[in-house]
Protein backbone atom coordinates (compact mmCIF):
# COMPACT_ATOMS: atom_id res chain seq x y z
CA UNK A 1 0.00 0.00 0.00
CA UNK A 2 3.40 2.33 0.49
CA UNK A 3 4.33 1.58 -2.40
CA UNK A 4 0.84 2.70 -4.27
CA UNK A 5 0.81 5.91 -2.34
CA UNK A 6 4.57 6.45 -3.56
CA UNK A 7 3.78 5.99 -7.07
CA UNK A 8 0.37 8.47 -6.51
CA UNK A 9 3.25 11.15 -5.12
CA UNK A 10 5.25 10.85 -8.32
CA UNK A 11 2.27 10.51 -10.86
CA UNK A 12 1.17 14.28 -9.33
CA UNK A 13 4.40 15.47 -8.92
CA UNK A 14 5.61 14.69 -12.60
CA UNK A 15 1.90 16.15 -13.53
CA UNK A 16 2.83 19.48 -11.89
CA UNK A 17 6.36 19.87 -13.39
CA UNK A 18 5.01 19.26 -16.78
CA UNK A 19 1.96 21.80 -15.99
CA UNK A 20 5.17 24.51 -14.90
CA UNK A 21 7.31 23.34 -17.92
CA UNK A 22 3.65 24.35 -20.39
CA UNK A 23 3.47 27.49 -18.91
CA UNK A 24 6.98 28.73 -18.65
CA UNK A 25 7.42 27.70 -22.74
CA UNK A 26 4.27 29.49 -23.14
CA UNK A 27 5.30 32.54 -21.63
CA UNK A 28 8.70 32.28 -23.98
CA UNK A 29 6.93 32.51 -26.67
CA UNK A 30 4.96 35.49 -25.56
CA UNK A 31 8.09 37.43 -24.80
CA UNK A 32 9.88 36.19 -28.24
CA UNK A 33 6.74 37.95 -30.59
CA UNK A 34 7.41 41.29 -30.90
CA UNK A 35 5.03 43.75 -33.10
CA UNK A 36 7.30 45.06 -35.80
CA UNK A 37 7.44 49.21 -35.32
CA UNK A 38 6.85 52.11 -37.29
CA UNK A 39 3.55 52.92 -39.46
CA UNK A 40 1.27 51.00 -40.99
CA UNK A 41 -0.52 51.30 -44.22
CA UNK A 42 -3.27 48.76 -44.99
CA UNK A 43 -6.24 48.74 -47.29
CA UNK A 44 -7.87 46.96 -50.23
CA UNK A 45 -7.48 46.97 -53.92
CA UNK A 46 -11.27 46.91 -55.80
CA UNK A 47 -11.24 46.15 -59.81
CA UNK A 48 -13.50 48.58 -62.37
CA UNK A 49 -16.26 46.30 -60.94
CA UNK A 50 -15.71 47.35 -57.43
CA UNK A 51 -14.85 44.02 -56.48
CA UNK A 52 -11.62 42.62 -54.53
CA UNK A 53 -8.70 42.35 -56.81
CA UNK A 54 -6.31 39.43 -55.32
CA UNK A 55 -2.63 39.00 -55.75
CA UNK A 56 -3.00 42.75 -57.18
CA UNK A 57 0.43 44.25 -57.09
CA UNK A 58 1.02 47.10 -54.37
CA UNK A 59 4.03 49.76 -54.82
CA UNK A 60 4.67 51.99 -52.06
CA UNK A 61 7.13 54.92 -51.76
CA UNK A 62 8.12 58.08 -49.85
CA UNK A 63 6.60 60.75 -51.62
CA UNK A 64 10.34 62.41 -52.70
CA UNK A 65 10.70 58.62 -54.34
CA UNK A 66 12.89 57.15 -51.62
CA UNK A 67 13.21 53.39 -50.67
CA UNK A 68 10.54 51.45 -52.77
CA UNK A 69 8.63 48.67 -51.56
CA UNK A 70 6.23 46.15 -53.38
CA UNK A 71 3.26 43.75 -52.00
CA UNK A 72 0.83 41.30 -53.29
CA UNK A 73 -2.95 41.62 -51.76
CA UNK A 74 -4.14 38.74 -50.48
CA UNK A 75 -7.16 36.44 -51.61
CA UNK A 76 -9.16 38.75 -50.67
CA UNK A 77 -7.89 42.69 -52.31
CA UNK A 78 -6.47 43.65 -48.85
CA UNK A 79 -2.45 44.55 -48.48
CA UNK A 80 -0.36 45.24 -45.55
CA UNK A 81 2.95 47.43 -45.49
CA UNK A 82 4.06 47.69 -41.98
CA UNK A 83 7.14 49.25 -40.76
CA UNK A 84 7.14 52.36 -42.61
CA UNK A 85 8.83 55.45 -40.85
CA UNK A 86 7.21 58.28 -40.10
CA UNK A 87 7.10 60.25 -43.93
CA UNK A 88 4.45 61.16 -46.67
CA UNK A 89 4.25 58.39 -48.94
CA UNK A 90 2.50 57.51 -52.95
CA UNK A 91 0.91 54.10 -53.44
CA UNK A 92 -0.53 52.36 -56.73
CA UNK A 93 -2.16 49.22 -57.36
CA UNK A 94 -1.53 47.23 -60.58
CA UNK A 95 -3.18 43.34 -61.91
CA UNK A 96 -2.86 42.57 -65.16
CA UNK A 97 -2.67 45.52 -67.13
CA UNK A 98 -4.83 47.82 -65.14
CA UNK A 99 -3.30 50.51 -62.51
CA UNK A 100 -4.83 52.84 -60.22
CA UNK A 101 -4.34 56.69 -60.31
CA UNK A 102 -1.63 57.42 -57.46
CA UNK A 103 -2.56 58.24 -54.14
CA UNK A 104 -0.09 61.05 -53.08
CA UNK A 105 1.39 62.36 -50.59
CA UNK A 106 -0.19 60.20 -47.38
CA UNK A 107 1.17 61.19 -44.11
CA UNK A 108 1.61 59.02 -41.17
CA UNK A 109 3.14 59.69 -37.77
CA UNK A 110 5.06 57.10 -36.07
CA UNK A 111 3.39 54.13 -35.09
CA UNK A 112 0.04 55.37 -36.71
CA UNK A 113 -2.00 52.90 -38.87
CA UNK A 114 -4.03 53.93 -41.90
CA UNK A 115 -6.12 52.48 -44.22
CA UNK A 116 -7.01 53.29 -48.54
CA UNK A 117 -8.65 52.13 -50.99
CA UNK A 118 -7.54 51.58 -54.47
CA UNK A 119 -9.48 51.24 -57.64
CA UNK A 120 -7.84 49.55 -60.65
CA UNK A 121 -8.83 51.83 -63.84
CA UNK A 122 -9.75 48.69 -66.10
CA UNK A 123 -6.27 49.34 -67.62
CA UNK A 124 -7.54 52.80 -69.70
CA UNK A 125 -5.82 55.54 -67.72
CA UNK A 126 -6.84 58.07 -70.64
CA UNK A 127 -10.11 59.70 -70.88
CA UNK A 128 -10.74 60.18 -74.52
CA UNK A 129 -13.46 62.76 -75.66
CA UNK A 130 -15.60 63.09 -78.85
CA UNK A 131 -16.09 66.42 -80.98
CA UNK A 132 -19.26 65.66 -81.21
CA UNK A 133 -19.01 65.94 -85.35
CA UNK A 134 -20.29 63.25 -87.10
CA UNK A 135 -18.60 61.10 -90.05
CA UNK A 136 -20.47 60.97 -93.06
Request: aromatic letters at 4%; charged letters at 20%.
Amino acid sequence: MARNANSKKRALLLFILLGIAVLFAVGLNAQTTTKKSGATLTGIVLGADNKPVPNAGVTCETSGGLHPRAVHTDGKGKFLITGLKQDSYDLRASSDGAYSDWEKNIPLRRDQTKAVTLRLLNGNTALVVGTGAKKQ
